[in-house]
């Protein structure tokens, strides 16, 4: 299975539900009624939806230190970017529910798409000439990779990084911390950042129409 967290998958779709691409219901699936209205009220001044795992460091990550350790503790978490020096938002996972915490400034992210494949391709690279180097091989997955879909106005480009994003990630991912070398671990860096690209710059923020508010679980 993926080890795309569902922060990623989340920075997708709630642009996708204010662009009114999908339904409310896509969201109740997904993190539950509740946040529907807070989210809804974030649309007009969101700028930009990111997210935070481990593998992309805290430093993306806008504080203040209880909201980062929060996202920490929880593994994950959806950044809601605000114009430069506004407070940004964070949707954390907190046991079976997610809360909507107000953070800082967030820092901008970098989410050029063929800059993120020809990051991720130089790592392969470096990673390969280094296991061959040690005579070793890392394991392809088995089974196919799967993560929730991009949202259905996504372009072709963006399904096919975050495809092969998400085999690397999940193929080094499987490896035991201690048996990864600096490069192996700059593939998962590389890959992880490859796949929020694809899952982040998939469409714009906010659309003229208003946010579709359809609570119906699917």
């Not at 096919?160 to 990630?169: D, E, H, M, N, P």
Request: charged share 15%; glycine share 8%.
């Amino acid at each position: 299975m993926t080890v795309v967290p569902l922060a990623f998958q989340l920075a997708s779709w709630i642009p996708a539900w204010w662009r009114g691409v999908v339904g409310g219901d896509e969201l109740v699936d997904l993190i539950g009624p509740d946040l529907l209205d807070p989210l809804a009220g974030l649309r007009r001044t969101t700028t930009t939806v990111t997210a935070y795992c481990p593998e992309l460091g805290v430093g993306v990550l806008p504080g203040p230190k209880p909201t980062t350790e929060a996202a920490v503790a929880a593994g994950q978490a959806v950044i809601l970017h605000a114009a430069p020096g506004q407070p940004a938002s964070l949707l954390v996972p907190q046991g079976p529910a997610w809360s909507l915490l107000a953070a800082g400034p967030a820092r901008p992210v970098s989410l050029d798409l063929r800059q993120a494949g020809a990051d991720m391709a130089l790592a392969v690279v470096a990673a390969e000439q280094e296991l061959r180097g040690r005579d070793t091989a890392v394991a392809a997955p088995r089974g196919t990779p799967s993560a929730r879909p991009l949202s259905p106005d996504a372009a072709s480009q963006r399904r096919g990084l975050l495809v092969r994003a998400a085999r690397l990630w999940t193929a080094v991912a499987a490896i035991p911390v201690d048996q990864r070398s600096p490069a192996l671990d700059e593939v998962l860096r590389s890959a992880a950042a490859a796949a929020l690209a694809a899952y982040s710059g998939s469409g714009p923020v906010a659309a003229d129409s208003p946010a579709t508010r359809d609570r119906r679980p699917a």
